[in-house]
């Protein structure tokens, strides 16, 4: 079965260092997004990828990274950590084309930056 | 500024009786609206998905209701179970193309008392 797998899924790391987080999905979709997942805020779009080599800017990248060398993975960087950092943070696919196509979320990965 | 608000953070139930959940949104028009389930520890999980030009969608228990003069959507379960406990999410679509960014909405925790 086709599915969306994070690693690692628990992370503890300290102020400064540069983090990378995992994500893999074997849908072949080429939409690719990071969110992350904070009390009284939701789900906020960290970096979209709509195919290889092609990556944007969501509505919190300061800080973050993402390169996108083939279709199954999108990993996410974090550059220089901080403590405003510390998040959950989820990868999801959706088939593009397809207007109001889901999205299909992984199991996420808990971030916590000392 | 843009807003989604899901009517409340928690909401409690007696099992058998029919859950309404409520999203409310300003300055967007949404191509769709989704809604996702998520348990604790784990992505969310799309539910049901309704596009701006249909009223209702049904799939089981589940009913949805989009209504763009009051920038709403009404979430139904009929005969809840405890086993529905989880968190619920509406996600909107403003751009209405294959590329299928969304915007989520804090969700409502949802408790169904045996």
């Known amino acids: 079965d086709a599915e969306i797998t994070q690693s690692p899924r628990h992370k503890i790391t300290e102020t400064g260092r540069q983090v990378t987080l995992a994500c893999h999905q074997t849908?072949?979709?080429?939409?690719m997004f990071w969110y992350r997942q904070d009390l009284g805020h939701g789900l906020r779009l960290i970096h979209y990828s709509y195919g290889v080599q092609d990556t944007n800017k969501g509505e919190v990248s300061d800080g973050y990274s993402v390169s996108r060398s083939n279709t199954e993975d999108l990993p996410l960087t974090l550059e220089s950590a901080a403590s405003s950092q510390t998040s959950v943070y989820f990868c999801?696919?959706?088939?593009?084309?397809?207007?109001?196509?889901?999205?299909?979320f992984g199991p996420g990965t808990r971030l916590t930056v000392l | 500024s843009q807003k989604i608000e899901q009517n409340s953070e928690a909401l409690n139930i007696q099992e058998g009786k029919t859950a309404t959940l409520t999203c409310n949104y300003t300055?967007?028009?949404?191509?769709?609206l989704q809604w996702y389930r998520q348990d604790p520890g784990r992505g969310p999980v799309f539910l049901l998905l309704?596009?701006?030009?249909?009223k209702e969608k049904r799939k089981e228990r589940l009913k949805v209701t989009f209504d763009t003069t009051l920038k709403q959507s009404l979430f139904h379960i009929t005969a809840s179970q405890p086993a529905d406990s989880a968190t619920y999410l509406c996600a909107l679509d403003i751009y209405g193309t294959g590329a299928n960014n969304l915007f989520f909405g804090t969700g409502t925790r949802l408790t169904v008392i045996p």
């Open positions: 309704i596009r701006e030009n249909e």
């Open positions: 999801a696919s959706s088939e593009p084309g397809l207007a109001g196509g889901e999205q299909f």
């Open positions: 300055n967007y028009s949404p191509a769709y």
């Open positions: 849908w072949n979709h080429n939409n």
